[in-house]
């Protein structure tokens, strides 16, 4: 069933990349992530750098390209070694997110990166601050919207152990600090 589900994804996957307007942000597709510039939205966050992201802030959403992550991992049993996986391939992807960022034309506006994920364990070792979603009403479309995901992702689990959702941030600044190439 996986299998079938997988490969109506890998055919849905060009249509989503087309409409959600997401760019890739290497050549070489060595990155996880899919991107797209977006005005904020929220509620007026302070980051641990002491960062203030407001309402209609340029940021960059990232996305992982989970179709390209499913099947990198679809032979892979063990949640921990899924998890080790994915960890290091969005570590590897931070210094050609910031290039990325270096060379967009609309650098000096974009003042952060955002992203909304289930998988939040750990990512503050990349320099990201986790920011649960204020709206319950929000909270619970994001969770429907990963269901798919997890089910295609890792072991069937009950409605209650769903992880909840988070917003990941990371400053322009930090990004800079953290994965900046040392000549």
């Known amino acids: 069933m996986k299998t079938c589900l997988l490969s109506i994804w890998r055919v849905i996957d060009p ?3 087309y409409f959600s307007r997401l760019t890739l942000i290497d050549k070489d597709r060595k990155s996880v992530f899919r991107v797209r510039l977006t005005k904020y939205k929220g509620h007026h966050v302070v980051l641990s750098d002491g960062t203030h992201i407001r309402k209609n802030d340029v940021l960059v959403k990232i996305h992982l390209h989970n179709i390209k992550l499913a099947r990198e991992l679809q032979s892979i049993e063990s949640a921990v070694r899924k998890g080790i996986i994915i960890y290091q391939k969005v570590y590897q992807s931070m210094p050609i997110l910031l290039d990325y960022i270096n060379n967009h034309k609309k650098r000096e506006k974009i003042k952060g990166i955002i992203g909304i994920t289930m998988l939040d364990k750990g990512v503050e070792r990349l320099g990201f601050d986790v920011v649960p979603p204020v709206n319950p009403f929000y909270r619970c479309f994001k969770k429907m ?6 089910y295609l992702t890792s072991r069937p689990a009950s409605l209650r152990q769903i992880p909840n959702s988070s917003y990941l ?3 322009k ?3 800079e600090n953290t994965y900046q190439k040392k000549d």
């Open 173 to 175: 600044e930090k990004l």
């Open 15 to 17: 249509i989503y990349f």
């Open 145 to 150: 919207t990963h269901l798919p995901i997890l």
């Open 169 to 171: 941030f990371i400053s």
